[in-house]
DNA sequence: TAGGCCATCTGGTCCT
DNA sequence: AGGACCAGATGGCCTA
């Protein structure tokens, strides 16, 4: 996992660790007969010394390794590997219902109608993508137009939807992913096939944005 | 019924 | 040793 560029944007991926979740008890540990232990080192005879030659001080020997490593029977180890077992799931869950409560913050901020289905995860990031892009040439347009640069884009007006219908309300912005090739920034991101990014000029009109334009 | 989406479990790997 | 992260597997639910 790449770690955050030094220079992101202010995007906290607050590390919410202990986010307590409801449901991320153990609801449900249905313990499958688990699989053959991973490769298990088994811990060797902490018996064995370590070619110092026991002389007597075992007792200052064990307490120097801690003392408490003693062999364990092969029942107090399976019962160590499924309790550990356990609370890795525990905790795998908590992650996975952090990463949720993330996704639905940030389906929150994204515009969408109130009837529209919810966005499935996937859905979630494409859209997020695209918005933020489409929100980036909001600004870059508003730029130039204050510096009376020419327009990064013909007017809207000359802008046909990809399917060729005329330009509505709705149709100001039209669907920025449904074309292949990229020109936004998104092309540096090592972008599976689900994320392309808008290929074409984008004539934004506040309020006139849609999730389905973004898809 | 097939396919999509999702939650959960699981083992592996890396890091602290 | 233990936690975080990841990817694969599996099974349930829902919809066209």
């Known amino acids: 996992m790449a770690p955050h560029p030094s220079g992101a944007p202010a995007v906290q991926v607050t590390h919410e660790t202990k986010q307590p ?3 991320a008890s153990d609801d449900k540990v249905t313990c499958v007969a688990s699989a053959p ?3 298990s080192r088994v811990p060797g005879n902490c018996a064995e010394a370590e070619g110092g030659g026991c002389r007597g001080a075992s007792r200052k020997l064990r307490a120097r390794r801690g003392g408490r490593s003693r062999p364990k029977s092969e029942l107090a180890l399976s019962k160590q590997r499924r309790n550990r ?22 389906r929150g901020v994204l515009p969408t109608f109130p009837d529209d289905a919810k966005l499935t995860k996937i859905e979630t990031l494409r859209f ?25 884009v013909p007017p809207c007006e000359e802008l046909g939807s990809p399917d060729g219908s005329s330009l509505g309300d709705w149709g100001s912005l039209y669907s920025p992913v449904s074309q292949a090739g990229s020109l936004s920034p998104a092309a540096s991101l090592e972008e599976g096939p689900g994320l392309q990014a808008p290929a074409s000029p984008v004539c934004l009109r506040p309020g006139a944005l849609a999730f389905s334009d973004f898809l």
């Open 37 to 39: 232990p991973s490769p």
């Open 21 to 23: 979740f409801q449901g």
């Open 128 to 152: 997020a993508h695209n918005y933020i892009w489409a929100l980036t040439q909001t600004l870059r347009i508003a730029d130039h137009s204050l510096y009376g640069l020419e327009p990064l």
């Open 85 to 106: 077992r356990k609370k890795a799931n525990d905790r795998e869950r908590n992650r996975m219902h952090n990463l949720n409560s993330a996704l639905d913050a940030l």
